[in-house]
């Protein structure tokens, strides 16, 4: 495992362990970061509410920006592409009509 000096300065006593190899040429690794002071963040999790599928809007805002052409990449890397433009689009979306659920549930 490579790190740069910055890194290694900023994720000071982080802990690499090797475990064997299996059933490939490549040995699995696990990296600990043990600082208290760092913060992981994670992204928020996507979940498609089912009360947009009521909303005509909805639907063509998924036919919208699956229409869009992606130019470069495998079959696989297009549909990732185009999912992650629908996501982006509906959270725009939902955003502005909708709010944010978790807050009004609250």
């Known amino acids: ?13 982080a802990v690499v362990t090797h ?23 994670r992204k928020k999790l996507f979940r498609f509410e089912a009360l947009w599928i009521k ?5 063509n805002i998924i036919e919208e920006t699956w229409g869009l052409e992606v ?3 495998s079959p ?8 992650k433009s629908c996501r982006g689009a509906l959270i725009a979306w939902s955003s502005m009509g909708f709010g944010n659920f978790a807050t009004r549930i609250k």
């Open 1 to 13: 495992m490579l790190a740069s000096v910055s890194w290694i300065s900023e994720y000071e006593g």
């Open 19 to 41: 475990f064997p190899k299996l059933s490939s040429d490549h040995c699995p690794l696990l990296l600990e970061i043990l600082s208290g002071n760092v913060e992981i963040r």
């Open 55 to 59: 909303e005509v809007q909805c639907k």
């Open 71 to 73: 130019q470069d990449g």
């Open 76 to 83: 696989m890397y297009r549909v990732f592409e185009k999912l």
